[in-house]
């Protein structure tokens, strides 16, 4: 059937899905994955059953799959496929996601660990591949190459071996994300690799992180904690953001609040109380560093045989030292700018979410009295290892000022 794609989770198939008469979004899990002792729901918002989804139920998990913005424009440019067609972008480059689903031809099946490939690329080929990422997302040129991340910056999925970028072929699994500097915006990779490293030294669960440069150009490379090593190969692991878990679309992802997201952890985490200390300690962060646009999407779920678990955090980055506004993506207590917050947005905030006031008001002073200091180490440790850059005093000033009036506030209090 040409509307039909079948789902693999590594190689299993997970189930179908295809367009009615209407174009709508169905879905229907494989009875031999509802059956077996080691499958589990793909999404929140896709339970384990036999029924199908109709009527585009399972619309908003797919295709938070895809890329967004600018980048979805220019692939759809690049391949002739409408943006609104977005079930024919999801056959083009669905090959290799975030999480664990892989989409395929009805009929075609994933090919197997023996046929995975991945082509090394000297510093030139890679400087190239950099150059022209704006006008070829995920390489979509080259014969071969199925790739996809959510997001509007440019990106690319990559396996790193020797310190040396692999690019995956013939459905081979990535190991890392490579992220290249945002135009007109000075210091981002720097400044996300900081705050990344920052984040590990107050204590948050992020993946590793490091830079490296390809002709002068700074290139930010994440682990994928979506991903495991078994056997000496790379397995995907499920996962999914919080569009896909609530259903939202991801035009919408600034449309979830803080309330609804700590109720989405209470419900479906089995450490529930673990993961929203960890939530709660990931608001705090954000706000302390001026990180503005800490949406539904750049928060996950990874999904195993021990259940579902927040994931690592990432995309961690100070906004605020760029002329973007000053707003929470998710307001505090009804209150948009964390640097005016006083304790009366905070116990509205804990009123509202299952977090007591004492332990909200104790996370941010105990956060706000050490940022400062572990700003400090991060500085010079990245400093050692990459060269001292500006906005690292832009970042730190941000910190002092943000930790400074959350003190000050509470001392009174």
């Known amino acids: 059937m040409k509307n039909k794609l079948n789902i693999f ?14 174009r709508r979004f169905c879905f229907q899990y494989d009875k031999s994955w509802i059956n077996s002792p080691d499958s589990y729901r793909l999404s929140v918002s896709l339970p384990l059953r036999e029924d199908p989804y109709l009527t585009d139920d399972s619309y908003s998990y797919f295709t938070n799959l895809l890329p967004e913005g600018k980048i979805l424009n220019v692939l759809s440019r690049k391949l002739q496929i409408p943006v609104s067609n977005q079930f024919e972008l999801l056959r083009a480059i669905g ?48 014969a071969g190459i199925r790739l996809s991340l959510a997001g509007a910056q440019e990106k690319l999925p990559v396996s790193l071996r020797d310190n040396k970028i692999r690019i995956s072929m013939n459905g081979a699994p990535s190991s890392h994300i490579l992220k290249t500097p945002i135009k007109d915006l000075h210091g981002t990779v720097e400044n996300e690799t900081f705050c990344m490293m920052l984040a590990k030294r107050m204590g948050l669960i992020v993946p590793d992180v490091k830079i490296i440069k390809i002709n002068e150009t700074p290139l930010y490379i994440i682990d994928r904690y979506d991903r495991k090593i078994e056997n000496e190969q790379i397995i995907r692991l499920i996962q999914e953001d919080f569009c896909q878990a609530l259903n939202v679309n991801s035009q919408l992802k600034y449309t979830p609040t803080l309330e609804v997201c700590f109720s989405l952890i209470r419900n479906e985490s089995v450490v529930q109380i673990k993961d929203t200390k960890r939530f709660l300690q990931l608001v705090i962060f954000n706000g302390l560093i001026g990180n503005s646009d800490a ?8 999904h195993g045989e021990n259940g579902t678990i927040l994931a690592p955090f990432y995309d961690l980055l100070s906004t605020y030292v760029y002329p973007y506004a000053k707003k929470m993506a998710m307001k505090i207590g009804g209150g948009r700018h ?5 304790p009366k947005h905070f116990e509205r905030f804990a009123k509202d979410t299952p977090i007591k006031y004492k332990i909200v008001k104790e996370t941010i002073v105990t956060m706000a009295d050490k940022i400062v200091r572990e700003a400090k180490d991060t500085t010079q440790e990245f400093s050692d290892l990459y060269g001292k850059n500006p906005v690292l005093k832009e970042i730190n000033d941000v910190i002092k000022n943000s930790s400074k009036q959350k003190l000050m506030v509470f001392s009174k209090k």
């Not at 989770?9 to 209407?22: R, Y």
């Open 95 to 142: 090959g290799d996601c975030a999480g664990a689903v892989s989409l395929f031809e009805d009929g075609t099946l994933p090919p197997k660990p023996a046929a995975y490939s991945y082509k090394s690329l000297t510093d030139d080929h890679l400087a190239k591949i950099i150059k022209e990422l704006p006008e070829n997302p995920f390489m979509v040129d080259e």
């Open 9 to 22: 989770v590594n190689q299993l198939k997970a189930g179908e899905l295809w367009l009615d008469h209407q």
């Open 295 to 302: 949406h539904a999407k750049n928060i996950s779920f990874v």
């Open 338 to 342: 964390f640097q005016f917050l006083e």
